[in-house]
């Protein structure tokens, strides 16, 4: 498709997107506001729909290229180094879904973590303010993240002090 190490993608694997398990208990989780985006933002539950919807979304494409990002930290407890990552690698996601300019409408890119472009969301209120710049919550699907690395033949654990971030991009 494209060069993925100009992108600094560390892993990559591609599945077939019908191979995907999606599970209540992962959104059960979001609904939980673990990560307290809940309600908050267009790329997270309830604004991405229930399982069945995301299960729909996702089975609409007939591949799925899986990557990651490994990021260094400074010991388990760098709470600042696993933000600074989350950072990097939504400018990640940015370079790959540049890549695909004048394709985008054939392809779905999902990413760790809930959008946080802006400031404040305009969810539920007004729409998004950047539709094209956002990447709904891979876990708010349903999705288990290490499930998904293993059958697309990567590592999702990455060594001690190491964080690692996950995507998948649909097409």
């Given at each position: 498709m494209f060069d993925l190490d100009a992108i600094e993608i560390f892993q990559h694997g591609y599945i077939d997107p019908s191979e995907i398990i999606f599970r209540e208990e992962i959104q059960d989780i979001c609904r939980?506001?673990?990560c307290r985006a809940y309600g908050k933002t267009w790329a997270c539950p309830p604004a991405i729909g229930g399982i069945e919807e995301c299960?729909?979304?996702v089975n609409n494409y007939k591949n799925a290229l899986?990557?990651?990002?490994?990021?260094?930290?400074e010991d388990s407890y760098d709470y600042e180094g696993m933000v600074e990552a989350g950072e990097e690698f939504r400018r990640t996601c940015d370079k790959l879904w540049e890549k695909l300019e004048g394709h985008k409408n054939g392809f779905l890119l999902l990413a760790n973590g809930g959008c946080q472009r802006c400031e404040k969301c305009t969810y539920p209120d007004s729409p998004c303010r950047m539709p094209e710049k956002l990447f709904p919550a891979f876990e708010g699907h349903g999705i288990v993240v290490a499930e998904?690395?293993?059958l697309a033949g990567i590592n999702y654990i990455n060594g001690k002090d190491t964080v690692t971030y996950l995507g998948m991009l649909l097409f």
């Open positions: 939980g506001n673990a299960r729909s979304r899986v990557f990651f990002c490994k990021y260094e930290l998904v690395a293993k």
